[in-house]
Protein backbone atom coordinates (compact mmCIF):
# COMPACT_ATOMS: atom_id res chain seq x y z
CA UNK A 1 0.00 0.00 0.00
CA UNK A 2 2.51 2.73 0.90
CA UNK A 3 4.67 1.65 -1.95
CA UNK A 4 1.52 2.53 -4.23
CA UNK A 5 0.69 5.89 -2.41
CA UNK A 6 4.34 7.07 -2.72
CA UNK A 7 4.39 6.34 -6.36
CA UNK A 8 1.36 8.48 -6.54
CA UNK A 9 2.86 11.74 -4.57
CA UNK A 10 6.27 11.68 -6.31
CA UNK A 11 3.75 13.70 -8.90
CA UNK A 12 3.70 16.55 -6.15
CA UNK A 13 5.72 19.31 -6.40
CA UNK A 14 6.68 22.01 -3.70
CA UNK A 15 4.27 24.61 -2.97
CA UNK A 16 4.63 28.05 -1.45
CA UNK A 17 3.09 28.32 2.27
CA UNK A 18 3.14 31.75 2.81
CA UNK A 19 -0.37 32.78 3.76
CA UNK A 20 -0.73 29.43 6.13
CA UNK A 21 -0.38 28.96 9.53
CA UNK A 22 -0.07 25.32 11.56
CA UNK A 23 -2.06 22.94 13.59
CA UNK A 24 -1.51 22.36 17.19
CA UNK A 25 -0.82 19.19 18.79
CA UNK A 26 0.00 17.62 22.16
CA UNK A 27 1.32 14.07 22.53
CA UNK A 28 4.37 12.31 23.50
CA UNK A 29 7.55 11.40 21.08
CA UNK A 30 9.33 8.15 20.86
CA UNK A 31 10.87 8.59 24.10
CA UNK A 32 7.88 9.39 25.77
CA UNK A 33 8.69 13.29 26.21
CA UNK A 34 5.37 15.45 25.73
CA UNK A 35 4.88 18.17 23.19
CA UNK A 36 2.70 21.21 22.99
CA UNK A 37 3.87 21.98 19.52
CA UNK A 38 2.51 25.88 20.02
CA UNK A 39 4.00 26.25 23.55
CA UNK A 40 6.85 25.02 21.65
CA UNK A 41 7.12 27.75 18.79
CA UNK A 42 5.71 30.51 21.27
CA UNK A 43 9.16 29.76 23.24
CA UNK A 44 10.81 30.68 19.83
CA UNK A 45 11.54 27.63 18.72
CA UNK A 46 11.51 27.27 14.79
CA UNK A 47 10.77 23.67 14.01
CA UNK A 48 11.52 21.76 10.92
CA UNK A 49 8.74 18.82 10.30
CA UNK A 50 9.99 16.24 8.30
CA UNK A 51 7.47 13.32 7.70
CA UNK A 52 9.08 9.99 6.31
CA UNK A 53 7.87 6.50 5.25
CA UNK A 54 10.21 5.80 5.97
CA UNK A 55 12.15 4.43 2.97
CA UNK A 56 15.08 4.90 1.26
CA UNK A 57 13.79 7.69 -1.32
CA UNK A 58 13.11 9.91 1.98
CA UNK A 59 16.80 9.95 3.00
CA UNK A 60 18.03 12.95 0.51
CA UNK A 61 16.21 15.63 1.68
CA UNK A 62 16.17 14.25 5.35
CA UNK A 63 19.76 14.73 5.02
CA UNK A 64 19.91 17.96 3.71
CA UNK A 65 17.12 18.97 6.29
CA UNK A 66 19.20 17.73 9.02
CA UNK A 67 22.19 19.29 8.44
CA UNK A 68 20.56 22.64 7.64
CA UNK A 69 19.15 21.98 11.18
CA UNK A 70 23.00 21.76 12.46
CA UNK A 71 24.06 24.79 10.78
CA UNK A 72 22.22 26.97 12.75
CA UNK A 73 22.94 25.14 16.10
CA UNK A 74 26.34 26.84 17.30
CA UNK A 75 24.30 30.47 16.46
CA UNK A 76 21.27 29.81 17.73
CA UNK A 77 21.77 27.08 20.43
CA UNK A 78 18.43 24.85 21.31
CA UNK A 79 16.68 27.37 19.07
CA UNK A 80 16.43 25.07 15.72
CA UNK A 81 14.94 21.76 16.12
CA UNK A 82 14.18 19.08 13.74
CA UNK A 83 11.12 16.54 14.18
CA UNK A 84 11.14 13.16 12.04
CA UNK A 85 7.52 11.94 11.87
CA UNK A 86 6.20 8.46 10.71
CA UNK A 87 3.79 9.71 7.76
CA UNK A 88 0.71 7.94 9.03
CA UNK A 89 2.34 6.85 12.23
CA UNK A 90 1.87 3.20 11.47
CA UNK A 91 5.79 2.66 11.82
CA UNK A 92 7.18 1.43 15.15
CA UNK A 93 8.92 4.18 17.05
CA UNK A 94 12.03 1.19 17.20
CA UNK A 95 12.03 1.06 13.22
CA UNK A 96 11.66 5.09 12.64
CA UNK A 97 14.50 4.94 15.31
CA UNK A 98 16.96 2.46 13.94
CA UNK A 99 16.09 4.15 10.44
CA UNK A 100 17.44 7.96 11.59
CA UNK A 101 20.39 6.37 13.12
CA UNK A 102 21.38 4.14 9.86
CA UNK A 103 21.37 7.22 7.89
CA UNK A 104 22.65 9.68 10.26
CA UNK A 105 19.97 11.38 11.91
CA UNK A 106 21.21 11.38 15.23
CA UNK A 107 19.87 13.19 18.41
CA UNK A 108 16.72 14.39 16.96
CA UNK A 109 12.63 14.04 18.31
CA UNK A 110 11.24 11.41 16.70
CA UNK A 111 7.11 11.01 16.37
CA UNK A 112 4.98 7.97 15.35
CA UNK A 113 1.65 9.52 16.42
CA UNK A 114 -1.44 10.42 14.41
CA UNK A 115 -1.93 13.99 16.03
CA UNK A 116 1.08 14.87 13.26
CA UNK A 117 -1.08 15.03 10.51
CA UNK A 118 1.11 15.88 6.84
CA UNK A 119 -2.53 16.78 5.35
CA UNK A 120 -3.16 19.93 7.40
CA UNK A 121 -0.02 21.17 5.15
CA UNK A 122 -0.98 20.17 2.14
CA UNK A 123 -0.47 17.20 0.15
CA UNK A 124 1.21 14.05 0.94
CA UNK A 125 4.99 13.62 0.24
CA UNK A 126 7.56 11.10 0.90
CA UNK A 127 9.37 13.15 2.18
CA UNK A 128 7.59 15.89 3.45
CA UNK A 129 9.32 19.13 4.53
CA UNK A 130 7.75 21.87 6.63
CA UNK A 131 9.61 24.83 8.63
CA UNK A 132 7.11 26.76 11.18
CA UNK A 133 8.24 29.47 13.63
CA UNK A 134 7.01 32.48 15.59
CA UNK A 135 4.38 33.18 17.77
CA UNK A 136 2.02 33.37 14.67
CA UNK A 137 2.66 29.74 14.10
CA UNK A 138 3.30 30.64 10.29
CA UNK A 139 4.76 28.41 7.93
CA UNK A 140 8.14 29.46 6.43
CA UNK A 141 8.64 26.69 3.89
CA UNK A 142 6.87 23.51 2.59
CA UNK A 143 8.69 21.49 -0.21
CA UNK A 144 7.63 18.03 -1.20
CA UNK A 145 9.73 15.08 -2.39
CA UNK A 146 13.11 17.47 -2.51
CA UNK A 147 14.34 20.37 -0.57
CA UNK A 148 16.36 23.36 -1.54
CA UNK A 149 19.08 24.40 1.19
CA UNK A 150 19.36 27.71 0.78
CA UNK A 151 15.92 28.05 0.71
CA UNK A 152 15.24 25.98 3.66
CA UNK A 153 18.28 28.25 5.08
CA UNK A 154 16.97 31.40 4.63
CA UNK A 155 12.98 30.37 5.99
CA UNK A 156 14.55 29.11 8.93
CA UNK A 157 17.00 32.32 9.08
CA UNK A 158 13.53 34.35 8.51
CA UNK A 159 11.51 32.91 10.99
CA UNK A 160 14.10 33.31 13.98
CA UNK A 161 14.57 37.05 12.47
CA UNK A 162 10.80 37.39 12.87
CA UNK A 163 10.57 36.08 16.39
CA UNK A 164 12.86 38.42 17.87
CA UNK A 165 12.15 41.88 15.96
CA UNK A 166 8.03 41.99 16.43
CA UNK A 167 6.18 39.73 13.69
CA UNK A 168 3.19 39.62 16.20
CA UNK A 169 -0.01 38.94 16.69
CA UNK A 170 -2.64 40.92 15.15
CA UNK A 171 -4.65 40.94 18.09
CA UNK A 172 -1.80 42.73 19.91
CA UNK A 173 -1.45 46.52 21.17
CA UNK A 174 0.98 48.47 20.76
CA UNK A 175 3.79 48.37 23.94
CA UNK A 176 5.89 51.73 24.94
CA UNK A 177 9.34 52.11 27.21
CA UNK A 178 10.65 54.92 28.74
CA UNK A 179 13.10 56.15 29.43
CA UNK A 180 14.64 55.14 25.62
CA UNK A 181 17.99 55.02 25.66
CA UNK A 182 17.90 53.27 29.91
CA UNK A 183 20.72 53.27 31.92
CA UNK A 184 19.56 51.85 34.99
CA UNK A 185 15.92 51.10 34.89
CA UNK A 186 13.18 50.83 31.74
CA UNK A 187 9.39 51.43 31.75
CA UNK A 188 7.54 49.37 29.77
CA UNK A 189 3.34 50.44 29.34
CA UNK A 190 1.11 48.32 27.53
CA UNK A 191 -3.12 47.87 27.74
CA UNK A 192 -5.22 44.81 28.32
CA UNK A 193 -8.49 43.34 27.47
CA UNK A 194 -8.98 41.62 30.41
CA UNK A 195 -6.63 40.62 33.63
CA UNK A 196 -4.67 37.69 34.04
CA UNK A 197 -0.90 37.34 33.51
CA UNK A 198 1.75 37.65 30.57
CA UNK A 199 5.35 36.68 30.50
CA UNK A 200 8.13 39.03 29.54
CA UNK A 201 11.58 37.97 27.86
CA UNK A 202 14.17 39.85 26.36
CA UNK A 203 16.28 39.61 23.30
CA UNK A 204 19.93 40.92 21.69
CA UNK A 205 20.41 41.52 18.44
CA UNK A 206 21.80 38.69 17.75
CA UNK A 207 18.13 36.73 18.71
CA UNK A 208 19.77 35.39 21.60
CA UNK A 209 17.91 35.59 25.16
CA UNK A 210 19.69 37.54 28.05
CA UNK A 211 17.23 36.97 30.71
CA UNK A 212 14.94 34.70 32.16
CA UNK A 213 11.25 35.00 31.13
CA UNK A 214 9.19 36.48 34.50
CA UNK A 215 5.85 36.31 34.92
CA UNK A 216 3.50 39.40 36.22
CA UNK A 217 0.03 39.45 37.06
CA UNK A 218 -1.50 42.25 34.72
CA UNK A 219 -4.81 43.81 34.94
CA UNK A 220 -7.66 44.97 32.42
CA UNK A 221 -6.68 48.43 30.74
CA UNK A 222 -2.79 50.25 31.54
CA UNK A 223 -0.34 48.17 32.84
CA UNK A 224 3.23 49.28 34.10
CA UNK A 225 6.76 46.88 34.05
CA UNK A 226 9.66 48.30 35.30
CA UNK A 227 13.01 46.37 34.07
CA UNK A 228 16.38 46.60 35.93
CA UNK A 229 18.80 47.41 32.93
CA UNK A 230 21.98 47.51 35.04
CA UNK A 231 23.55 44.14 34.38
CA UNK A 232 22.73 44.74 30.70
CA UNK A 233 25.70 45.73 28.33
CA UNK A 234 25.07 48.56 26.39
CA UNK A 235 23.16 47.93 23.22
CA UNK A 236 20.27 47.56 21.50
CA UNK A 237 17.41 45.03 23.17
CA UNK A 238 13.43 43.38 22.13
CA UNK A 239 10.93 42.94 24.93
CA UNK A 240 8.75 40.37 24.02
CA UNK A 241 5.39 40.26 26.02
CA UNK A 242 2.66 37.51 25.32
CA UNK A 243 -0.35 37.80 26.64
CA UNK A 244 -3.83 36.41 26.44
CA UNK A 245 -4.46 38.66 23.75
CA UNK A 246 -1.12 38.61 21.72
CA UNK A 247 2.27 39.23 21.36
CA UNK A 248 3.83 43.21 21.47
CA UNK A 249 7.01 43.77 21.01
CA UNK A 250 9.09 46.60 21.40
CA UNK A 251 12.70 47.85 20.89
CA UNK A 252 15.15 49.53 23.74
CA UNK A 253 18.64 51.05 23.65
CA UNK A 254 20.66 50.67 26.50
CA UNK A 255 23.30 53.09 26.91
CA UNK A 256 25.07 53.81 30.93
Not at 174 to 185: F, H, V
Not at 234 to 240: L, N, T
Request: charged share 10%; glycine share 4%; aromatic share 10%.
Amino acid sequence: MKTILFALILLFTSFGASSQTATNFNCNDCNGVSHNFFSELDAGKVIILCWVMPCSTCIPASKTSYAVAQSFSATYPDRVKMYVCDDYANTSCSSLNSWCVANGLINITQFSNAAINMADYGSAAMPKIVVVGNYTHHIYYSANVSVNSTLLSNAITTALQDYFVGVHDSKATEIKCYPNPAANQVTLTFNTEKSGSCKLSLFNTKAVQVSQTRSYAIKQGENTISLNTKELNDGIYFAHLRTDSGMMVTKFVVKH
